[in-house]
């Protein structure tokens, strides 16, 4: 595996504590996503960017926040406004245009004590 | 708003018996379909997208515009197939929305 990574793998945070999760991608594409996976409710979209310095909201952004300063990079903070951040967090990227695949990260889990 | 629901959160069939797991859209437009698949301890991976028509691992999936359906079928399962899939569906906006995925095993 390559081409698109997440770190950390695993990621631990009090309540009232911003947290930013990473992802990279050297497959050269415009469009990078997050998503959040929770137990019986697949993926959920949180944010989407389909280039540099432009990103919207998914499904779910509420409580949290991104930037797409590089190609390469698509940072996800989770704000202490997010009320329930427990969660399994994936972030994906693809070229741009309907039904092109999207290629996976790891994925980051993140705990909130 | 594009909605994809998966009714079986959980799929078990014997090895070699017919496997059909279903997914149903709601788009009023011309959606792109895929079916996405996480075998264990592995990452989320395309599996197959109806445009492309083709059959993979074995697997395919017809789209019934009628039905709004794009169930994922294979004649004969295999051990290796226990993953959970997901259906997926990406409208006009591009961004793709999920069914919330059905895990399936296969009995030995």
């Known amino acids: 595996d390559g081409g698109i990574t997440q770190s950390p793998k695993y990621l631990f945070r009090k309540e009232g504590q911003n947290v930013t999760l990473s992802c990279e991608q050297n497959?050269?594409?415009?469009?990078m996503y997050w998503y959040r996976q929770d137990p019986g409710q697949g993926l959920r979209l949180i944010y989407y960017?389909?280039?540099?310095?432009?990103?919207q909201k998914g499904d779910i952004a509420e409580g949290y926040s991104v930037s797409r300063e590089k190609k390469e990079s698509f940072p996800l903070t989770v704000t202490s406004a997010q009320k329930n951040p427990t969660a399994f967090y994936l972030c994906?990227?693809?070229?741009?245009?309907?039904?092109?695949?999207?290629?996976f990260g790891p994925g980051t889990r993140l705990t909130v004590l | 708003a594009q909605r994809v629901t998966q009714p079986e959160k959980l799929l078990s069939v014997f090895k070699g018996a017919p496997v059909e797991l279903k997914c149903n859209y709601s788009?009023?437009?011309?959606?792109?379909l895929f079916w996405y698949v996480q075998y264990s301890r592995q990452r989320l991976q395309l599996l197959l997208r109806?445009?492309s028509r083709e059959s993979i691992k074995g697997f395919t999936a017809d789209l019934n515009k009628g039905e709004t359906s794009f169930h994922l079928k294979k004649p004969f399962a295999q051990e290796e197939d226990s993953a959970m899939y997901y259906c997926a569906s990406s409208g006009s906006a591009r961004q793709l929305t999920f069914g919330s995925g059905t895990q399936l095993t296969v009995l030995p």
């Open positions: 788009y009023s437009g011309s959606p792109e």
């Open positions: 497959l050269n594409h415009d469009a």
């Open positions: 960017s389909q280039i540099v310095n432009d990103f």
């Open positions: 109806h445009i």
């Open positions: 994906a990227s693809s070229s741009v245009g309907v039904g092109n695949e999207q290629f």
